[in-house]
């Protein structure tokens, strides 16, 4: 019942910065937990980064912190990645992820309810 679609993903050189979307409907979005999360060629599904219901609180994956910075629009309903000093580790296809009707923050990919399919981040060296 909840409907996520990632956007804003593309080639990036080195040192550059990109800024994903994601855009949410069929749910109460202000009720929810928001994340990112990142799946490269090769490699586990990892967690990036996630948001409070309010937007005063944040985690991050530790190779992240200070780079990317998360956030949300409730007149929106759309959750933000903003990444910067971009390295070609950060290539792979990026998910948003929404955690209904929950206050607690988590980095575990199961415990989020609702998926969209993904956009691709390419940072070429």
């Known amino acids: 019942q909840v409907q996520l679609v990632e956007s804003g993903g593309g080639l990036v050189q080195a040192g550059g910065s990109v800024r994903l979307s994601c855009a949410a409907s069929?749910?109460?979005?202000?009720?929810?937990?928001m994340g990112w999360f990142r799946h490269a060629p090769g490699k586990e599904r990892e967690f990036v980064s996630t948001i409070s219901r309010s937007g005063s609180n944040t985690n991050y994956k530790n190779s992240v912190k200070g780079r990317f910075t998360i956030s949300r629009d409730s007149a929106k309903n759309t959750v933000y990645l903003q990444m910067n000093s971009l390295k070609p580790e950060d290539t792979a296809v990026y998910y948003c992820?929404?955690?209904?009707?929950?206050?607690?923050?988590?980095?575990?990919?199961?415990?989020?309810?609702?998926w969209g399919r993904g956009t691709q981040v390419t940072v070429s060296s």
């Open positions: 069929g749910g109460s979005f202000s009720t929810s937990v």
């Open positions: 992820a929404a955690r209904p009707w929950r206050a607690s923050l988590s980095s575990l990919a199961h415990e989020y309810d609702y």
